[in-house]
């Protein structure tokens, strides 16, 4: 059984486990180790080892409905989140615009962006639009 995007149901379930690793971030703005979330889950009563979840997040298992709730649960997604369904193509959508936020590049764009004037911020915004233009146009002309 394949998943939407042609991957494994494994190594769909890997993609968007990782892409929490990546969005959410800890109380202190640090990125979740597996270790982590691993001693968190077992605080709670669930456990799951941090190689458990490595094998996870390389696709390398498939996890059983209890993991699913239990990481859901962590990561404070809904259940529907991990579904290859509408609502979780859409919550996937969401979660892939938080890891890119993540970047530093984009956190120093967004701090940044705050001390700018209204026209400044749009001058800003007609030149991103200008960049993302011109690479498509390379892509296109390099094909």
């Not at 690793?21 to 669930?46: C, H, I, W």
Request: charged share 30%; aromatic share 10%; glycine share 6%.
């Amino acid at each position: 059984m394949e998943a939407e995007g042609g991957e494994s149901p494994h190594e769909a379930f890997a993609i968007k486990l990782n892409r929490l690793f990546k969005s959410v971030r800890s109380e202190t703005g640090e990125a979740y180790t597996p270790r982590a979330v691993s001693e968190a889950l077992t605080q709670r009563g669930r456990k799951i080892s941090p190689s458990y979840l490595y094998q996870l997040l390389k696709g390398e298992s498939e996890p059983g409905y209890a993991v699913v709730e239990a990481l859901a649960e962590f990561f404070d997604v809904p259940l529907d989140y991990f579904a290859n369904s509408a609502r979780g193509r859409e919550l996937n959508t969401q979660y892939e615009v938080l890891a890119k936020l993540g970047d530093n590049n984009v956190r120093e764009l967004a701090f940044r962006a705050q001390n700018l004037t209204p026209e400044g911020l749009r001058n800003v915004l007609r030149y991103m639009e200008f960049e993302e233009h011109r690479t498509k146009d390379d892509e296109h002309t390099s094909e």
